[in-house]
């Protein structure tokens, strides 16, 4: 099972990476990440989130 801090981290790096890209990573998103970090959602459950936020479909 991943723990807190590795599941930080990877939130952590990909907030960096959107960085790189002259990105913001909204107040928002962080608090749905957030959800990952604590283990009350999975990345899956996250990821699935924000596109629905910003309506982005997955075909």
Same mark, same amino acid.
């Given at each position: 099972?991943?723990? $807190?801090? @590795?599941?930080r *981290?990877?939130?952590?790096? @990909?907030v @960096? !990476?959107?960085?790189l #890209? !002259? &990105? +913001? +990573? =909204?107040?928002? =998103? &962080?608090?749905?990440?957030? !959800?990952?970090?604590?283990? $009350? @959602? =999975?990345?899956?459950? +996250?990821?699935? #989130?924000?596109? *629905?936020?910003?309506?982005? $479909?997955?075909?």
């Amino acid at each position: 099972m991943e723990t $807190t801090t @590795a599941r930080r *981290e990877r939130v952590e790096q @990909a907030v @960096a !990476n959107e960085r790189l #890209e !002259n &990105l +913001v +990573v =909204s107040e928002e =998103s &962080l608090r749905i990440a957030d !959800n990952y970090v604590v283990g $009350t @959602a =999975s990345a899956s459950q +996250v990821a699935a #989130e924000i596109r *629905e936020r910003y309506g982005i $479909t997955v075909k």
